[in-house]
């Protein structure tokens, strides 16, 4: 899986466990589109995970998956 943090050191199980969290987080909010690839938003929180969703370009700055986002979402998998 991609790292999310660019770290590439031993993380310690609660550093993991966020590391995870963020990545769950991360793909919730990608698979949150339409059908034209733009992002919707459910809740406040999902403005936060935007702003780091386009910093990591994975969304396009007008709100569209990326395809870099595509390949990120086909590539991790997804568990709910």
Not at 22 to 31: H, I, T
Not at 48 to 63: C, M, N, P
Not at 69 to 78: E, N, Q
Request: hydrophobic share 35%.
């Amino acid at each position: 899986m991609a790292a999310l943090s660019g770290f590439d050191g031993q993380l310690d199980r609660g550093e993991q466990d966020d590391e995870e969290g963020q990545r769950s987080a991360l793909l919730r909010l990608l698979n949150q589109r339409f059908g034209d690839g733009s992002i919707y938003l459910s809740n406040a929180q999902d403005r936060t995970l935007l702003k780091r969703a386009i910093g990591l370009e994975l969304v396009s700055a007008d709100g569209f998956l990326t395809p870099k986002g595509y390949s990120y979402r086909a590539r991790v998998p997804i568990f709910d």
